[in-house]
């Protein structure tokens, strides 16, 4: 299965697309979908938050931890090995599909029979019956993993959007909310996850290219597994950073407390999953093709990273001021232990959400082994940290998670630099105009949202207030100071406008069209 350079669909054909067009596409059609995701996902949480207790949140986050962390077993890297690979052929597709399916059934029986086992650790009688059940989503995830990274490698990000907004849509939005007011409890959303994995391997298998075959070609495999094992490696390590404070909190804290901690970590990661995974799955292919040219990585990667920096430290800032409002907002009154743990999170927005760019640039590269080691520092910088400060409670854990979050991002941004030749002064100059930016937003959202609490005002009127007047000031800047924002904002403004001329001219040339047909008539 050879496939034809800067062929969308890989399948030889003369159409051909430039790699700038399909990565400025993919970019808009990525943050449409995260957005508008994002938007489903407050809304539908704040629902669930009202039907559910914490402690329901914090079993399933427990059983998360373990499901997410034995996931990375049962793809074994495939995927990402699938996307990278410069010589794609349809032996590598077969055996990584039919690795995909075998380690899903294993791995899926093996989680059913330790379930107890996990349980005695967590501390939680009734999470044995939630992993077993969780673990049935592993054989239906499993022949999903080459389809979903055929789709990515080929840049077709409408379907892969459109599939994860619909999954999740149903699965948590229609059937998570009506088993939570039926009084499902702790089962309403054990029931939405195992469902949304269902409904994304039935959509990408049915939107995808893969033509499903079975073999275990020695070669290919090989070839699949010797990137893959490198990317395990790191991802190994990168889920026991990301999952390793759950753990903490949970086998330390209880369930209640992780439903705390989670709901405060969960807020911090959407805008780091709109911005950072968001560009991280466009930039990730992109990189890719170009992985031999040293300079256009370079202005790939500083160019990610400044629209990272422009997005991210301005929003931080907002969301510290605002913190108290959009709990109450989103969760209700009974939830205000969630501030503290989110705004120390929030204030090391920038650090998560920029460091998914160079874990982009290394496995563009094939840096994937250097990237582990790294990635294992991480972990044991957040386990060790989360452990230290769980005598302090949930802020005490967040603490300590942040200072590892920020070790992290310094350890990759040394990598990238070393692959791409940029400097630390340029990067450093582009964070610092953003700062400026931050300081005099999250200081208009401060003093909005203060006037709001002084005065008595309820919290969803204040937040609102306080947002409108951080955009005006926003609007202010962008007029009065344009500069500021640097080669990032200059391009960020290029892709809205493009996509604006692109929607203009498509409805144009219809509306033309129907004039015509109308003449003919």
């Known amino acids: 299965m050879k496939e034809t350079p800067g062929s969308p669909n890989g399948n030889g054909t003369n159409h051909r697309v430039s790699l700038t067009d399909r ?11 995260a957005v508008v995701q994002a938007a489903l996902q407050l809304a539908i949480v704040s629902v669930l938050a009202r039907l559910l207790v914490p402690e329901d949140f914090g079993l399933v986050g427990a059983a998360v931890v373990v499901i997410e962390f034995c996931q990375i077993f049962t793809q074994i890297g495939v995927g990402p090995a699938i996307v990278q690979r410069s010589d794609l052929r349809e032996e590598h597709v077969r055996a990584g599909f039919t690795l995909s399916l075998l380690m899903g059934v294993v791995f899926g029986g093996l989680l059913y029979l330790v379930a107890p086992s996990i349980a005695r650790f967590f501390r939680m009688e009734s999470l044995s019956t939630i992993i077993r059940v969780l673990a049935l989503g592993y054989p ?6 080459v389809a979903e990274a055929l789709l990515l490698r080929h840049m077709q990000f409408p379907r892969l959007v459109t599939v994860e907004v619909v999954s999740y849509v149903l ?3 229609v059937v998570g909310i009506t088993l939570a007011i039926l009084s499902w409890g702790v089962w309403a959303l054990v ?7 269902g409904i994304k391997a039935v ?6 290219s893969l033509r499903v075959g ?5 070669k290919a495999l090989r070839h699949l597994l010797t990137y893959g094992a490198g990317f395990s490696l790191a991802r190994i390590a990168n889920c026991a950073a990301l999952r390793g404070d759950q753990l903490v909190v949970g086998r330390w804290l209880g369930a209640d407390a992780l439903g705390i901690y989670g709901r405060a970590y969960g807020f911090v990661g959407m805008p780091a999953n709109l911005f950072g995974t968001v560009v991280d799955r466009v930039i990730f292919p992109a990189m890719a093709v170009v ?12 160019r990610a990273v400044g629209l990272v920096a422009m997005t991210t430290i301005p929003l931080s800032a907002v969301l510290f001021a605002l913190a108290p409002e959009m709990v109450r907002l989103l969760l209700g009154p009974h939830w205000d232990s969630v501030v503290p743990p989110f705004r120390i999170l929030v204030t090391v927005l920038v650090f998560r959400t920029s460091y998914k760019m160079s874990d982009s640039l290394a496995r563009a590269t094939g840096a994937v082994y250097r990237r582990a080691w790294r990635q294992w520092i991480y972990a044991g910088a957040v386990f060790l940290s989360a452990w230290l400060g769980h005598f302090w409670g949930t802020p005490g854990v967040a603490v300590g998670v942040a200072a590892s979050i920020v070790l992290n991002c310094v350890l990759m941004l040394q990598l990238s630099l070393k692959l791409t030749g940029v400097s630390w002064l340029a990067l450093a100059l582009v964070h610092l105009r953003h700062v400026l930016v931050a300081v005099v937003l999250g200081t208009v959202a401060w003093t909005s949202a203060h006037l709001g609490r002084a005065a008595g ?11 409108l007047a951080t955009m005006a000031a926003l609007l202010l800047l962008m007029s009065c100071r344009p500069s500021i924002f640097g080669d990032e904002g200059g391009w960020a403004w290029f892709l809205v406008k493009s996509r604006m001329q692109a929607v203009v001219f498509a409805f144009s040339a219809k509306c033309q069209g129907l004039r015509t047909t109308e003449r003919a008539r």
């Open 291 to 302: 992985q031999n040219d040293r300079q256009k990585l370079a202005e790939a990667y500083a």
């Open 140 to 145: 239906l995830a499993g022949p999903t993993v």
């Open 23 to 33: 990565t400025i596409s993919g970019m808009l059609w990525n943050m449409s979908g």
């Open 203 to 208: 959509g990408f298998l049915l939107v995808g």
């Open 171 to 173: 699965s948590y939005g």
């Open 191 to 197: 029931a939405a996850y195992l469902l949304q994995v």
């Open 457 to 467: 005002i309820p919290p969803y009127v204040s937040f609102v207030s306080a947002g």
């Open 214 to 218: 079975f073999s275990l070609d020695k």
